[in-house]
């Protein structure tokens, strides 16, 4: 999708992080943007400082786990600017650093809910009207390097990232099949400087309870640390948001913002082929 001036953009998780910043860059990029998220006073803000800046943008409150919200947000926009151009599905949470088996099982629902059905519910909504429209259109997923690899301690986030990318292959292939213009894109970034480590302040009710009850071993504490100290090191969003537009523009479908990560993802797809046990490296330098 090479010409994005004027077009209508939708942003999920748009209050903070890569969202925010992907939002703000598309309403650079001369789009209208809607800023959809479940805080809707951090949306709120991040559109009126856009508006204010003279580009055009607007929030509505979303949480995209819940169906009947995603349909209201749906027809709300279609009602109001007839199009979605460009869809990025990008709410998403990490949830707990710990071993699978002492994961609550209401911190895998969360995850899951959030990471993997807030997409399908994006899809579901808007796509059949994106389709119908016959515009040329792109729909961002927000993956993960992680939904490339599987490492230890971080098991519903990894497994709900595998999804998110195989929904988006699944996608590509099949709006090639019905003659859409509409091209699919994964983000797979690795560590970025946002609140993702962050998921106690994001956690429903029920989620912060289980953990509660499950307390975290030192270890799992130490490892908390750690990836709160990967994510303080990392890249910002910003950046994310500036490779994002050149992918979109150039209608490109992985996306790694951390070209670096691809030695091992290699290493992980010669595993599987070579049916050799799975082996989990080091960290790459910062």
């Known amino acids: 999708m090479k010409d994005l001036e004027g077009k209508v953009a939708l942003v999920t998780g748009a209050a903070a992080g890569i969202g925010l910043a992907m939002a703000e860059r598309f309403a650079n990029e001369g789009m209208q943007v809607i800023l959809a998220d479940r805080d809707i006073g951090g949306a709120t803000e991040a559109a009126r400082k856009l508006v204010d800046g003279g580009l ?3 929030a509505i409150a979303v ?4 169906s009947g919200e995603v349909e209201e947000l749906a027809d709300e926009v279609f009602r109001d ?7 990025c599905n990008n709410a998403g949470v990490l949830g707990r650093v710990q071993a699978s088996w002492e994961q609550p099982i209401e ?12 997409v399908a519910n994006g899809l579901h909504y808007f796509l059949p009207r994106m389709v119908e429209a016959g515009e040329q259109g792109y729909v ?3 993956g ?7 490492g230890p301690f971080f098991a519903p986030y990894n497994a709900s990232k595998h999804a998110v990318v195989a929904m988006s292959e699944c996608l590509h292939h099949e709006l090639r099949a019905v003659g859409s213009r509409i091209e699919v894109g ?16 994001k956690a429903p009710d029920t989620v912060k309870q289980a953990n509660a009850k499950s307390a975290a071993s030192r270890q799992a504490q130490e490892r908390d640390v750690a990836v709160r100290k990967m994510v303080a090191d990392s890249i910002g969003p910003e950046k994310i948001a500036e490779i994002v537009v050149e992918a979109v523009t150039e209608g490109r479908f992985y996306i790694f913002p951390h070209p670096e990560r691809k030695a091992d993802i290699r290493v992980r797809m010669e595993t ?12 790459p330098p910062k």
């Open 56 to 58: 055009k943008a607007h």
């Open 63 to 66: 949480d995209v786990t819940v």
């Open 81 to 87: 600017y007839g199009n979605v151009h460009l869809l």
């Open 107 to 118: 911190n895998w629902r969360w995850v899951f809910d959030v990471n993997v059905l807030g």
């Open 140 to 142: 961002l997923n927000t």
């Open 144 to 150: 993960s390097v992680a939904g490339l690899l599987s």
């Open 186 to 201: 994964v983000l797979c970034p690795g560590w970025v400087h946002t609140g993702l480590a962050d998921f106690e302040d």
């Open 272 to 283: 599987i082929l070579e049916e050799r046990i799975p082996s989990f490296g080091p960290p």
